[in-house]
């Protein structure tokens, strides 16, 4: 009996990351909801899914995505030892072009990979427009536009 590997390739782990997200989206639209972010920490160990729909996101329903994830995963041969179900929150992450153009007028906190000429790598303001590979964001009453490929995160900025 062994143990394993004590590591997993970057690479290994993003192909295994990216089936992984086609199975819980195809199981989480199926059920009439969006699958705003999906993160799994320690290795996969920990999976946290996070849904919406338009007229949000009840306990109940996060129950439901749960059980029924929990059964897919075990029909797939995922292994995983805890599954967190919940709304994306008041700081729902932004990951699709699609995403960005519905919440066009909202704050968001854009974090990029790499800073811009100015150093600058954190931006913070109001979308103004998205479109298939950038976003304009009016920082300090300038629109900056940013690459969706350079982009470490997007969140909205709740409003109080």
Do not use: K, W
């Not at 009996?1 to 390739?9: D, E, I, K």
């Not at 969006?34 to 290795?43: G, I, T």
């Not at 994306?88 to 699609?98: C, F, H, S, V, Y």
Request: charged fraction near 30%.
């Amino acid at each position: 009996m062994g143990f394993g590997p004590f590591f997993v390739c970057a690479a290994d782990l993003n192909a295994r990351m990216e089936a992984l997200d086609g199975i819980v989206e195809r199981v989480v639209t199926g059920m009439g909801f969006e699958l705003v972010d999906l993160r799994a920490s320690n290795r996969a160990r920990l999976m946290r899914v996070f849904i919406d729909r338009p007229r949000g996101v009840s306990v109940d329903d996060c129950a439901d995505v749960s059980r029924q994830l929990s059964r897919v995963f075990e029909v797939e041969g995922v292994d995983y030892d805890r599954l967190e179900v919940s709304s994306p929150g008041l700081d729902r992450a932004l990951r699709r072009p699609a995403d960005f153009a519905r919440f066009a007028g909202r704050r968001i906190d854009v974090r990029m990979r790499v800073s811009d000429p100015s150093g600058r790598r954190h931006f913070v303001g109001e979308l103004s427009a998205a479109d298939e590979t950038s976003a304009t964001v009016v920082v300090d009453g300038r629109p900056v536009a940013l690459a969706f490929a350079g982009m470490e995160r997007a969140r909205l900025v709740p409003e109080v």
